[in-house]
């Protein structure tokens, strides 16, 4: 089993920055993909960015080149910088990962922090 943690969301002016982070534990499985999905009101949950254990990387359209995603294998952590916000930005995000456990991908969720981009 693996939990995740987020922390950095909050309130921030158009045009600001933020930082998120996400770190797991309680196992010491290898994880395989870590990233961060957002949900509006009213809205599915999408992803914003991820990033497989080898580096690879994918990014929504709409965060390409204000957002980086970084991950830290060893800390078993991983960071979403995002630049430029926007209302449209403003949403619950949350961590993701995926491990295998002998054949079987297993799926994990952090709880989420909120991130409002308002005047």
């Known amino acids: 089993q693996v939990q995740l943690v987020e922390s950095g969301g909050g309130l921030v002016q158009p045009g600001g920055s933020l930082r998120l982070s996400c770190s797991a534990s309680g196992s010491a499985l290898i994880i395989n993909t870590m990233g961060w999905y957002r949900q509006a009101p009213g809205k599915e949950r999408e992803l914003v960015a991820d990033m497989a254990s080898g580096g690879r990387t994918n990014y929504a359209v709409s965060v390409k080149g204000r957002f980086t995603i970084s991950r830290d294998n060893a800390k078993k952590t991983v960071s979403l910088q995002m630049n430029g916000l926007k209302p449209e930005d403003t949403a619950v995000y949350s961590c993701?990962?995926?491990?295998?456990?002998?054949?079987?991908?297993?799926?994990?969720w952090g709880q989420g922090t909120r991130v409002t981009v308002s005047s």
């Open positions: 993701y990962a995926n491990a295998y456990i002998g054949s079987w991908l297993h799926h994990y």
